[in-house]
């Protein structure tokens, strides 16, 4: 498996894996856009075959932000979603010392997930999302440069 940049003929791929993997996806237009703003855009992929992704920016100049990271449902769980988040991380942290991400407080998967890279819980929002339901609110700060991971 490599973690490469995103190109747009990745884009009908990774739309796939959003719809996979979220009840409320971002539409492919917001994929675009945010490719064409530059934001961080990495992919995962084994065999020339696309098999998940992970998008991240600088939100107000100074913290980090994971917008959307998500697998196939036939590769999770075996890595590749943490080697897409640790390059992201890394990235990340050349520039700034806290990453933030919202996630579906009935998503307790993911939730682990992200505290395996030992992030908190900052707070939550009620009514976050469309559906009405609340976000947790996780930030990372960085530890001398580098991750630390369980």
């Given amino acids: 498996m490599i973690v490469r940049k995103f190109q747009p003929t990745d884009l009908k791929r990774v739309y796939e894996i959003e719809n996979m993997s979220f009840n409320q996806s971002y539409g492919i237009q917001?994929?675009?856009?945010?490719?064409?703003m530059g934001i961080g855009f990495?992919?995962?992929?084994?065999?020339?075959?696309?098999?998940?992704y992970v998008m991240f920016w600088l939100k107000y100049e100074n913290q980090g932000h994971i917008i959307?990271?998500?697998?196939?449902?036939?590769y999770r769980r075996k890595g590749y979603g943490t080697q897409l988040l640790a390059k992201a991380i890394g990235v990340l942290f050349l520039i700034t010392d806290t990453i933030y991400l919202?996630?579906?407080?009935?998503?307790?998967g993911a939730i682990e997930f992200y505290?395996?890279?030992?992030f908190k819980q900052d707070r939550i929002v009620p009514g976050y999302y469309?559906?009405?339901?609340?976000?947790?609110?996780?930030?990372?700060?960085?530890?001398?440069?580098?991750?630390?991971?369980?």
């Fill in 30 to 36: 917001i994929f675009q856009q945010l490719y064409e």
């Fill in 42 to 52: 990495l992919v995962a992929e084994e065999h020339d075959y696309v098999i998940g």
């Fill in 68 to 74: 959307s990271i998500a697998v196939d449902k036939d």
């Fill in 102 to 108: 919202e996630v579906r407080a009935s998503n307790t």
């Fill in 115 to 118: 505290k395996q890279f030992q």
């Fill in 130 to 150: 469309e559906t009405g339901e609340d976000a947790v609110i996780l930030y990372l700060k960085s530890q001398r440069g580098h991750v630390s991971r369980n």
